[in-house]
């Protein structure tokens, strides 16, 4: 189990208890977390699951794969910490981890 804080474009935060094994992405959809979309069901295949890592998690949370970066360029407001929620597998370690919604998806 990890807590996760989604915090919400307009500043909302949301704090989730998430299962290991589950992705970020469908504990955003399962609380009911606005800003991210998810078209694609969580193949990476859309980029609207796209968030914004906290800085202080960029190293746990690692670096993405060649496929979620081929898929990040069709993201909106892409940075160095963009990941896409539904390619972060929740651990233990990720106990406390803090995203951001971008304002928008796509
Ligand atoms: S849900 Fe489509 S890329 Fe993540």
Known sequence: MA???FIASDGTTYNVEAENGSTVMENAIRNAVPGIEAEC???CACATCHV????????????PEAMEEDM???A?????NSRL???IKV???????VVRVPERQG
């Open 76 to 80: 909106y407001d892409v940075r160095p």
């Open 91 to 97: 651990r233990d370690a990720l106990d406390g981890l």
């Open 52 to 63: 914004y890592v906290d800085e202080a998690w960029t190293d746990v949370v690692g670096e």
């Open 41 to 43: 069901g969580g193949a």
């Open 72 to 74: 990040l360029d069709f």
């Open 3 to 5: 807590k996760i804080t």
């Open 85 to 87: 929620s539904c390619q």
